[in-house]
């Protein structure tokens, strides 16, 4: 597993990768995401163009729907999953529209970094990858991130776990529900996380993100 090179000094990729890297060489059942695409996130953000963080939990446990980017899915994929359902459904209501598929690589493209918090899960396991040591990685990915300003987005407990690696105070947090089926009703629905993010880039003058086109 090559670490992405624009965050290869993070502490994670010389203490910790080798371990986890040989804890999958042993895993005896399907590995997701495909390994070219475990980094997908990071090699699709260098800290020095993220201007949000989406924290997610760990990849689809389906073959075939991640690709290494949180809550996002490959082009074909129908139906969505559905916590990325109520995303669009989110979206839909913020901005009248959705994207055309549940691929999220044109958020990355515009500097929203889309991390799980354990990047791979054995198929058709959900978490069954939470407690190899990936958490590490996204510790130190926030803490990197919070040196300068930046919109983080806590989407359930989970998510929220990890504000304490958040440092410093002219950050956007936005924390509400997961969009899950199990939560989206308690919290998600209505609470305009993407209108938010972009009310907050416009008032410090950066360009606000794209959500809708493809």
Not at 47 to 67: C, K
Not at 83 to 104: H, M, Q, R, V
Not at 184 to 203: H, M, Q, T
Request: overall charge neutral.
């Amino acid at each position: 597993m090559t670490p992405p090179e624009a965050w290869a000094h993070l502490p994670f990729f010389t203490r910790d990768l080798p371990r986890i890297a040989a804890a999958l060489a042993a895993e005896d059942r399907e590995v997701l995401p495909p390994a070219p695409q475990i980094f997908a996130a990071l090699d699709a953000c260098p800290p020095d163009t993220v201007r949000v963080v989406i924290l997610g939990q760990d990849p689809y446990p389906t073959p075939g729907h991640a690709h290494g980017l949180a809550f996002s899915v490959e082009p074909h994929i129908r139906p969505l999953p559905r916590s990325l359902g109520n995303i669009f459904k989110e979206l839909e209501a913020e901005f009248g529209a959705a994207p055309a598929t549940g691929d999220l690589r044109h958020w990355a493209a515009q500097g929203v970094l889309l991390l799980n918090t354990a990047l791979t899960v054995p198929a058709g396991t959900a978490g069954g990858h939470a407690r190899m040591g990936w958490s590490t990685l996204t510790e130190q990915v926030l803490e990197e991130l919070s040196k300068k300003p930046r919109a983080f987005v806590l989407w359930g407990k989970h998510a929220q776990g990890f504000e304490r690696h958040i440092h410093g105070t002219d950050h956007l947090l936005l924390r509400s529900a997961h969009p899950s089926p199990l939560s989206a009703r308690r919290g998600f629905f209505g609470s305009r996380p993407f209108s938010r993010v972009n009310e907050w880039l416009i008032a410090r003058g950066e360009t606000p993100i794209d959500w809708v086109s493809g």
